[in-house]
Structures are given as structure tokens and as C-alpha cells.
């Protein structure tokens, strides 16, 4: 049942060195269809330091209005201080939907919120809809993506979601739209963070994350060497891919752990995934299978992965990728 | 040290889940269960803690008597203390429930320095009750803890896996982690310490014992459907000429606009 005393929904949008991140404007974008089918207003919450001049890009994906609440000891991302911050915004305005983006801190704080809130959370959406009772159900992948389940916040507002990554199209930009910015004064003492951040250590220069990469290319125990991750690297770098990996090349010590894909590494669905070597063992499937489109390159017709790729290239993959960079350098060259 | 870690008992992720038919839900009966990886690597992370600094390591979990089992693990492998907190009868869980349970629980067995959670399960893949659990004993957060590199009497310095890198924090104690794969390897139980924990007699905590109020313990997510994903269409498998066929793929990727 709504409840009248909560209104619209909320996009709390991560941002970091001056840019609203990719997720976030998913995020936003999903925000806004949600607004429209429930013909309520959509509003962005920007937390953080120096944030107010990313308005304008919160207007133009779809935001009506935007929550300012620009600290100085929000600089970091913190659980306590941007917890705070946003429980006491929820206090004094009341969203009746909140959607975070389903990252590390977008996790982070949601979770916090719904212990603070008792409310519902639904993690790692891929859709949301309502159904013909006019039900809000949310569809998530669960079990590393091997199965999915659909589910309905029930009880007290607001319903809090965390909005999967390439799940939902950001919409088409509107310049120059504008709508209210609500500036917000918090009372934020550096006491309340309980933590500090003594140091960020970026990913390497031009390294792109998993959970960002348009396009990933892994590789597996066909590469038979921590060498091979060479040439994956380098086909990577050529199609501005992130670089991920089966758990068997971690194990094997040819990658660290950060680059593992499946369900004990992580969970991706770019738009193009090139899975060089792997056999496809059933926690990598799950992991990927999501992605729009896989290519797969493997010796063996056999192999499981094949039975998830849209094209299955059977080959040594130190014939087929030196290929595959040159043909990807021309494409990119016409350009 | 005086560290408690929270396990949960799930599916076996060597095959599939079963989905029945008749209830839209999936089959645990006759499933073989294992502890959650991520909260055996918290468990590992938290007995290096205590194999250095002292202390003691307590397990606790939320469910029936079956899921005692990874308990007797958490023994095995070194733990001081395990814990069962049964949850109410007739009532569907959530993340939520078992946030609001094992904050109970850990405010009647406390005071710790730490506790500690996996980052997320590896049935429902919520990443939520560590987080929950944190806000609602008013503990120190940090989640997605990579490495733990300093401990004080009054602090903890981690490496957390953030949006835009690792982070190094220094967060105050009480706190509480949730923790990545590379935290360490869980130790293989002994031989000695496997018989012990059958042996030993795991309390079962129900709500009046942890001062939860039952009521509030039910889901508020509630799961409506379980279903399998659209299969895959079986695409396109090129066989031939290495380099021929390359040329071929490159190509479809380029006329769909993949590329």
C-alpha cells in the first residue's frame, strides 16, 4: 500500500574526482522510469565534497530535483558519515524509493540504511516493474547468477534497491534541463566517522575495473603460463577492456584475486566478454553468463563455454588473439 | 582479541541449483551443504588475529539444528565458542531477520573488538547483513576488507576494496568487517580439534534468550518467484583456418556494432 507521508524516489548517486560514475547514472536513469510509471517526482542526492557543481548532469538524465549536502568531511566515502547524512535527509523528506548503484559502497551504505531504517533492501536488481497488482517487483540474479528471483518490499518506507550494473540503459542526456537544487546543512563531526582514510590507492593508471568494463577479456588455464596474461592484456588495452580471469588461472598464482570472474570472484555483465582458455566451469558461467555478448576461444569443441558463447572460436588462442588485436587495431583505427 | 564471526550454511555450489516445480523454489532437500567461502576466509582472517595478538574467536549462525554443522567447522578450524541462534517457527527470513538476530545475539554474548562477516553469501548474494548488522549494534563499518594490517588496542587498520581502489582505513574499535577471499585460505581442521567439536554440546539460542523481539524478526523481503535465467541461444561455433575464422568473428562483432 502507499503511504502518503512517503513521496518519489531517490537516485543517491556515487561520485568521485569530480564525476557522477557510470552506475550512478543507471542509477538515475532508472530512477526516472520508475518516477514516470509511478507518477512521482524523481530526485538525485549528491553526498560529498565540491559535489554541487554535478547538478547539471543529475538534471539532465532525469532528476526533478536535486539533494545538495556538500561537507567537507564527506570528501571519502565513509559508511558512518554518509550514513548519517542520508538518514537524516530520509528524516526531514521522506522518499518512498531509494536506488543506490549495486557497488562496493553503493552495498555499503544501503546496507547500513536498512539496519537503521528496519526497512526492506533488495540488492543487485536487474528490473524493476510492477506487476498487475501494481506490486513493485524487483528480478536479481542470485546463486553467482545461475538462477534468478523476484521479489517485493513489504512494510515501512522507504524501500531501499541497489541497481545492478548494465542492467538498465541510461537514458539519453537532456541538456540544459534544469529543476530545484535543496541545498543541505548536516552536522557532521569528524568524531561520527569512526574511521579515516588514511590513503586510496588507485587502480593502476589506465587499469579499467571489472565491475566498470563495457568489455572485459579473461583468460584461463589454456593460457598455460602467467605470461600468456601478456597478450591478454595487450588485447585488452586495444579494445579499452577491463581484464578478468578464472578462478583457475588465480589459483594457478598467474593474476591476483581482484581480477577473478564468477561466483567467488565477481559478478559481471559487460557488453562484450572475450573468455580466452577458459573451459567454462559452472562458478565462471554463472559469473558471466549475463553479458550481452560472449566470444569464446578454446582448443576444445567441447568445451562448456562454448555452450554460453555467440561465437565460439575453436583454435589455439596463440593463433586466434594476435588476430584479434590486429584486426580490433584496424577497426579502431577507422575511427 | 575477543572477535565473534558469522557463518552461513549454504547450498553446495558444485552443481546447479534445483528449482521444484511445485513450489517455485529451490530444492535443499538431500543437498549437500558447506559453509559460505567468504565467511570461512573472515573466519581464517579473525584466528590469525588471535593466533598473534590472543584472544578468543566465537562462531554464530542463524537456522535449525542442521546448520550446527558448520559450526562443528568453525570449531574445528579453531574457534573458541560456536553459538545457534534459532530462528522463530513459522516465520520466513530475510536478510533482514537474520541482521536483526544476530545483532541481538551479538549484544547478549558480547563485548567484542570484532566481528566479522563474510562480503556476501553465495546463495542469495545479498552483501547486506554485515552492513545492517554494523548500523544496528552502532559498531564501527567496514566492508570489503582486502587485508587487515595493524590492530591496536583501540584500532584497526585495513585495505578495503573501494569504488575507485583499495583504500587503506583506519577505523576505531568496536568495529565491523566484512571480507574478501584474500583475508587468507581457510586452515584445514585437525584431526584432534574435528573430534573435539563433535563433542561439544552447541547452545541454541532462542529469541527470549538473545532479548529479540519476534515480531520484528520477520521478512520484509518478500521472494515471490525463483526461476531459471533465459537459456542462452547457442550461437555460432567457427571451426577452420585460425586465422580465417578470427577474421570472421571480428567481422560479425563489427556488423552487430558490438564494436
Known amino acids: 500500500m502507499p503511504n502518503p507521508d512517503y513521496q518519489g524516489v531517490w537516485a543517491c548517486l556515487d561520485q568521485a574526482d569530480g564525476k557522477i560514475s557510470g552506475v550512478s547514472l543507471e542509477v538515475l536513469s532508472a530512477a526516472r522510469r520508475l518516477a514516470d510509471m509511478l507518477s512521482v517526482q524523481a530526485s538525485a542526492v549528491l553526498l560529498g565534497h565540491s559535489v554541487d557543481g554535478l547538478a547539471a548532469e543529475a538534471f539532465a538524465y532525469g532528476a526533478d530535483r536535486v539533494y545538495v549536502c556538500d561537507d567537507e568531511k564527506l570528501k571519502d566515502y565513509r559508511a558512518a558519515t554518509y550514513g548519517k547524512a542520508l538518514e537524516s535527509l530520509i528524516r526531514s523528506y521522506r522518499p518512498a524509493i531509494i536506488l543506490f548503484g549495486a557497488t562496493n559502497n553503493g552495498h555499503d551504505l544501503a546496507s547500513r540504511l536498512a539496519g537503521s531504517l528496519g526497512t526492506g533492501l533488495c540488492t543487485n536488481c536487474v528490473r524493476l516493474q510492477q506487476n498487475e497488482e501494481g506490486m513493485l517487483i524487483a528480478s536479481r540474479p542470485v546463486y553467482g547468477g545461475s538462477l534468478m528471483e523476484n521479489v517485493a518490499c513489504g512494510g515501512a518506507r522507504p524501500w531501499l534497491y541497489t541497481i545492478h550494473q548494465n542492467a538498465m540503459e541510461p537514458l539519453e542526456p537532456q541538456d540544459g534541463k534544469t529543476g530545484d537544487i535543496i541545498p543541505v546543512k548536516m552536522e557532521l563531526e569528524e568524531e561520527d566517522a569512526c574511521a579515516k582514510v588514511l590513503k586510496i590507492i588507485p587502480a593502476i593508471l589506465g587499469e579499467i575495473s571489472l565491475t566498470d568494463a563495457q568489455i572485459i577479456v579473461s583468460g584461463g588455464r589454456g593460457l598455460g603460463d602467467a605470461k600468456g596474461f601478456t597478450l591478454i592484456q595487450e588485447l585488452a588495452d586495444t579494445l579499452h577492456a577491463a581484464v578478468g580471469a578464472s578462478r583457475a588461472a588465480v589459483d594457478a598464482g598467474w593474476i591476483p584475486y581482484a581480477h577473478q570472474v564468477g561466483q567467488t570472484g565477481k559478478t559481471v555483465s559487460p557488453r562484450l566478454y572475450i573468455a580466452c582458455g577458459i573451459s567454462g566451469a559452472l562458478q565462471h558461467l554463472a559469473g558471466m553468463k549475463n553479458s550481452d555478448v560472449i566470444v569464446a576461444v578454446n582448443r576444445d569443441e567441447n568445451a562448456p563455454i562454448f555452450s554460453a558463447a555467440n561465437y565460439g572460436i575453436v583454435g589455439d588462442l596463440y593463433q586466434v588473439i594476435p588476430v584479434m588485436i590486429e584486426e580490433f587495431k584496424k577497426v579502431m583505427a577507422g575511427r | ?259
Open chain 2, 1 to 259: 582479541m575477543n572477535i565473534m564471526v558469522c557463518i552461513k550454511q549454504v547450498l553446495d555450489n558444485a552443481s546447479v541449483p534445483k528449482l521444484d516445480p511445485a513450489t517455485g523454489r529451490v530444492v535443499t532437500e538431500g543437498v549437500e551443504t558447506i559453509a559460505n567461502p567468504f565467511d570461512l576466509n573472515a573466519l581464517e582472517g579473525a584466528l590469525r588475529l588471535t593466533d598473534v595478538h590472543g584472544g578468543e574467536v566465537s562462531v554464530i549462525t542463524v537456522g535449525n539444528e542442521e546448520c550446527k554443522t558448520v559450526l562443528k567447522l568453525g570449531l574445528a578450524m579453531g574457534a573458541a565458542h560456536a553459538y545457534l541462534v534459532k530462528a522463530p517457527d513459522g516465520q520466513e527470513q530475510d536478510s533482514w531477520s537474520v541482521s536483526y538476530l544476530l545483532s541481538r545475539a551479538i549484544t547478549s554474548l558480547g563485548p567484542f573488538d570484532l566481528v566479522l562477516c563474510g562480503k556476501q553469501a553465495i546463495d542469495d548474494d545479498s552483501a547486506q547483513v554485515g552492513g545492517s548488522i554494523a548500523r544496528l549494534l552502532n559498531m564501527t563499518q567496514v566492508t570489503y576488507v582486502e587485508e587487515i594490517q595493524e590492530v591496536s588496542s583501540e584500532s584497526i587498520t585495513v585495505k578495503r576494496a573501494g569504488n575507485s581502489g583499495s583504500e587503506i582505513i583506519a577505523a576505531r574499535l568496536p568495529a565491523l568487517l566484512t571480507c574478501e577471499k584474500s583475508l587468507g585460505e581457510p586452515r584445514y581442521p585437525t584431526l584432534k580439534r574435528t573430534r573435539m567439536a563433535n563433542r561439544v554440546d552447541i547452545p541454541a539460542l532462542d529469541c527470549t534468550e538473545i532479548g529479540a523481539d519476534p515480531d520484528r524478526a520477520g521478512a520484509l523481503v518478500k521472494v515471490q518467484m525463483v526461476y531459471a535465467p533465459e537459456p542462452r541461444q547457442r550461437g555460432e561455433l567457427l571451426r577452420g583456418e585460425p586465422e580465417e575464422i578470427t577474421r570472421l568473428a571480428v567481422a560479425r562483432l563489427v556488423e552487430q556494432k558490438i564494436i
